[in-house]
């Protein structure tokens, strides 16, 4: 079945530092990859996304990078900062058209000061 | 701004008691979604809907049901709670089943005894 596997689980950076995190996937036919950040106690939001014609997209301090052939998508933080410690959420959506996304395990990113 | 609204943020039920939850989005978005969370899982889809009156299985469906009767009200229903049931629930919405984005409601945390 369709499957996205995310990596690491958890991940501890000083402020500052860059951070990435990792995401494979299996339906070589998705097409659309979001990443969605859930504050503590707070709902996921979609933080950027990206679609499978283009390999990176960039805003401000994220990124997005997609490789296709490896079925392989990552995030990028630079210049951490405190705020965005959170669980961060890779996901991709589902080939069969009902706007079903499959998310990965989840990756809690801790940003110390 | 989009509104993705939930009945509870917290409940606590008993063993066999029949719980609903309750999901109401003010956006005139088609499609909805029942999603639970548990540390170290993601987000897990357990039902969504299409359209009023229309349902279709997610990933772990089994022990939940749910009802559509009008567009902007998606219920999750419990028949007979089980203590491995307690978890984090989430309801989504998207605008259409070709549009990606969604829009997740703050949740409710129901704990089974």
């Known amino acids: 079945g369709e499957n996205v596997e995310q990596h690491p689980s958890t991940l501890s950076v000083q402020e500052g530092d860059s951070a990435v995190i990792k995401c494979t996937y299996s339906d070589s036919a998705s097409n659309y990859f979001p990443w969605y950040k859930q504050e503590l106690g707070k709902r996921p939001q979609l933080i950027i996304d990206?679609?499978?014609?283009?390999g990176e997209k960039k805003d401000q301090r994220i990124a997005v990078t997609l490789n296709k052939t490896a079925k392989h998508f990552s995030l990028h933080i630079t210049e951490t900062q405190p705020e965005d410690s959170a669980v961060y959420f890779c996901a991709a959506r589902s080939s069969s058209n009902t706007g079903k996304l499959i998310f990965g395990q989840g990756t809690t990113l801790q940003v110390k000061p | 701004d989009v509104k993705v609204t939930q009945s509870s943020r917290y409940l606590v039920k008993r063993t066999g008691e029949k719980v609903f939850l309750e999901c109401v989005q003010d956006m005139d978005h088609e499609n909805m979604f029942w999603y639970r969370q548990d540390p170290g899982l993601g987000l897990r889809l357990i039902y969504f809907s299409y359209d009023v009156k229309m349902k279709e299985k997610g990933d772990i469906p089994e022990g939940y049901s749910v009802s559509r009767e009008k567009k902007e009200r998606f219920s999750l229903i419990l028949e007979s709670a089980s203590t491995n049931q307690t978890s984090m629930y989430l309801c989504?919405?998207?605008?259409?089943?070709?549009?990606?984005?969604?829009?997740f409601g703050p949740g409710t945390r129901l704990t089974v005894l």
């Open positions: 990206i679609r499978s014609n283009v």
């Open positions: 989504a919405s998207s605008l259409y089943k070709s549009t990606d984005t969604q829009y």
